[in-house]
Nanobody, 114 residues
Framework: QVRLVESGGGLVQPGGSLRLSCAAS????????MDWYRQAPGNQRELVAT???????NYADSVKGRFTTSRDNAKNTLYLQMNSLKPEDTAVYYC????????WGQGTQVTVSS
């Protein structure tokens, strides 16, 4: 059974930082490309960052230079380091991977507000 569990969300002031984690189980983690998505109220879910099995990364233009994704294959864990946070980064953040079907975590809320 594939399970993705996000953690690390919370309330942070504009300009602050958070690090999200996604613990994976039920998959051979090192063989899966992984993604971070986010969904703000009233908006569609959008792709934020991707990391390949080789560690190659891509980012949405809106977070480029501020967010960094990484992975620790020994710990079966995906990370998203978020710096210089803005109110428009407020959303539920989801971990995602795909084989023949999509696998999603339950999401973690990030709120950027003063």
């Amino acid at each position: 059974q594939v399970r993705l569990v996000e953690s690390g969300g919370g309330l942070v002031q504009p300009g602050g930082s958070l690090r999200l984690s996604c613990a994976a189980s039920g998959i051979v983690f090192r063989t899966f490309d992984m993604d971070w998505y986010r969904q703000a109220p009233g908006n569609q879910r959008e792709l934020v960052a991707t990391i390949s099995t080789a560690g190659n990364t891509n980012y949405a233009d809106s977070v480029k230079g501020r967010f960094t994704t990484s992975r620790d294959n020994a710990k079966n864990t995906l990370y998203l380091q978020m710096n210089s946070l803005k109110p428009e980064d407020t959303a539920v953040y989801y971990c995602h991977t795909k084989n023949r079907i999509d696998y999603w975590g339950q999401g973690t809320q990030v709120t950027v507000s003063s």
